[in-house]
T-cell receptor
Framework: DVKVTQSSRYLVKRTGEKVFLECVQD?????MFWYRQDPGLGLRLIYF???????EKGDIPEGYSVSREKKERFSLILESASTNQTSMYLC??????????????FGEGSRLTVL | AQKITQTQPGMFVQEKEAVTLDCTYD???????LFWYKQPSSGEMIFLIY??????QNATEGRYSLNFQKARKSANLVISASQLGDSAMYFC???????????FGTGTKLQVIP
């Protein structure tokens, strides 16, 4: 069974802390994505990666960075967490490469609360 | 830049009736894909249906069909014979561009009434 695993379902952090959200997929997918989901705003793309060590900014990259050192792992980093980063974070992967289109496979989500 | 617009924040439908969820999109890429996902209250994202920009026929998957009108840039989801289990958030999404950047709309919350 294909799987995208996010390391933490629930996190509570303090303002200014450095936060790591980890995502691992076991499907050998090229593409990986980080979204945040907020009520009324849908899913907004933070960053995505189409290959190891490659990353592209999404629509709301400010305040976030990412790391993809291995194909199966895509990490989202909040260098200095702020209260407006309280949200549900969803990781996804897809097998698509340029010129093809494929569905996204999602993790269960990480609900982050910044106090 | 690519954009997905879902103008219906919430909808109600009677059980066994059909319902249409609206989605319009904007992209300058000639090649793109359109998707619908379902998110029940449990939170998982479930892929429903896909339509490619060059596909001549509308996509169908069981009770789901995608009404693709390219000239109007619309990709509405039609659910036939609604069931109580269809109550969920529904997201329209699009990928385009060379590296499969996937953009989502704001979602429509569908509630099926017995």
């Amino acid at each position: 069974d294909v799987k995208v695993t996010q390391s933490s379902r629930y996190l509570v952090k303090r303002t200014g802390e450095k936060v790591f959200l980890e995502c691992v997929q076991d499907m050998d997918h090229e593409n990986m994505f980080w979204y945040r989901q907020d009520p009324g705003l849908g899913l907004r793309l933070i960053y995505f990666s189409y290959d190891v060590k490659m990353k592209e900014k999404g629509d709301i990259p400010e305040g976030y960075s990412v790391s993809r050192e291995k194909k199966e792992r895509f990490s989202l980093i909040l260098e200095s967490a702020s209260t407006n980063q309280t949200s549900m974070y969803l990781c996804a992967s897809s097998p698509s490469t340029t010129g093809d289109h494929g569905e996204l496979f999602f993790g269960e989500g990480s609900r982050l609360t910044v106090l | 830049a690519q954009k997905i617009t879902q103008t219906q924040p919430g909808m109600f439908v009677q059980e066994k009736e059909a319902v249409t969820l609206d989605c319009t999109y904007d992209t300058s890429d000639p090649s793109y894909g359109l998707f619908w996902y379902k998110q029940p209250s449990s939170g998982e994202m479930i892929f429903l249906i896909y339509q490619g920009s060059y596909d001549q026929q509308n996509a169908t998957e069981g009770r789901y069909s995608l009404n693709f009108q390219k000239a109007r840039k619309s990709a509405n989801l039609v659910i036939s014979a609604s069931q109580l289990g269809d109550s969920a958030m529904y997201f329209c999404a699009m990928d385009s561009g060379g590296y499969q950047k996937v953009t989502f709309g704001t979602g429509t919350k569908l509630q099926v009434i017995p």
